[in-house]
């Protein structure tokens, strides 16, 4: 019998779809990361295999001031951060987070990173669930005991909702490539991406 078929008659036997042999639906998990600016950190992951759309936006503040200009301000609470939507059968959270800590921003900076400087360029974690929340503060833990960087670990745990930025800063980095700022800032942690990760790079 065909899939049509198939289709047809799990429905009148009321079976699942599954056992009627028709595809599974992807599974798609969401990862909220800070880091600096989003350019940076948007292009990083937008070349990671198992990374299905990067979106840059605003995290960790209300809704209301959820701007560029204001969380410029330095006075919302925001973050500039990442919504990385992502297939786990492909890659896993875990593996986010390394290449989250290893290349796409210095852990280890207190609000700031490179020459941006302000509490909305701190590194943090938003976990979306209580197992995002356990595993990236053991996975903190694990860094700092490890003794990787020779001062402490600041990425922090954060709660709080996350908000689209404007759209001329959705990919950002992709559409200006040699924009002055990305290739100083941004292209040194692409080719770091592509050294370190080889088998999880996507050009």
Request: glycine share 10%.
């Amino acid at each position: 019998m065909k899939t049509a078929g198939r289709l047809i008659a799990a429905a009148l036997l009321g079976l699942p779809l599954a056992q009627a042999g028709a595809a599974p639906t992807p599974r798609t998990e969401t990862a909220v990361l800070a880091g600096g600016c989003f350019w940076g950190m948007e292009w990083v992951f937008e070349h990671v295999k198992g990374v299905r759309a990067v979106q840059s936006g605003y995290a960790g503040g209300s809704a209301g001031d959820a701007s560029y200009d204001k969380v410029s301000s330095e006075k919302t609470g925001h973050a500039e951060a990442v919504k990385i939507s992502y297939d786990p059968s492909q890659i896993s959270y875990g593996k986010l987070l390394e290449v989250y800590f290893t290349v796409a921003h210095d852990p280890t900076e207190v609000n700031r990173q490179g020459p941006d400087t302000g509490p909305s360029y701190r590194s943090a974690i938003f976990p979306q669930n209580d197992a995002q929340e356990k595993f990236a503060r053991a996975y903190i833990r694990h860094l700092n005991a490890a003794h990787v960087w020779n001062k402490p670990i600041a990425t922090r745990i954060e709660h709080g909702g996350f908000y689209a930025a404007e759209s001329y800063h959705q990919g950002f980095a992709e559409k200006h490539p040699y924009y002055p700022y990305i290739l100083v800032n941004d292209r040194p942690k692409l080719s770091a991406l592509h050294k370190k990760f080889p088998a999880l790079y996507k050009g």
